[in-house]
């Protein structure tokens, strides 16, 4: 510990206030299973473009027009939106986004059915 903190820790544990406040910036601890679901996600977002074929019978029941297509487009968006949780500034605007396209999707195949 350097001789600053040392002091600005001393003169609050006496009651002072320091001459030279010390401004530690603390980072709460990184999210393990959100790093995990953001792996998770890009990796199936970027499964979407190696092997396509296993998405296209899926992706067919909510658009049965152009499957292919909506194959590699939900593999963009599941790749990015991956990416997005993965990163800690990113997580927030990444999970609203997984939320709606969750419920689009939702909604695109309660339409189809």
Known sequence: MTRRKRR???AL???????????I???GADSLPA?????????????HFTAP????GLTAKAFPRGTRQWTYRNGATELLLG???VYHRTRV????GLFAYTAWLGGQLARRR
Do not use: H, M, W, Y
């Open 25 to 27: 910036q603390a980072r």
């Open 83 to 85: 990416l997005a949780i």
């Open 93 to 96: 605007l990444g999970s609203v």
């Open 53 to 56: 074929r296993a998405f296209d």
């Open 8 to 10: 600005a820790a001393q």
């Open 35 to 47: 790093r995990l679901l953001g792996v998770a996600l890009a990796g199936t977002g970027a499964a």
């Open 13 to 23: 544990v006496t009651g002072r206030e320091p001459k030279n406040p010390v401004v």
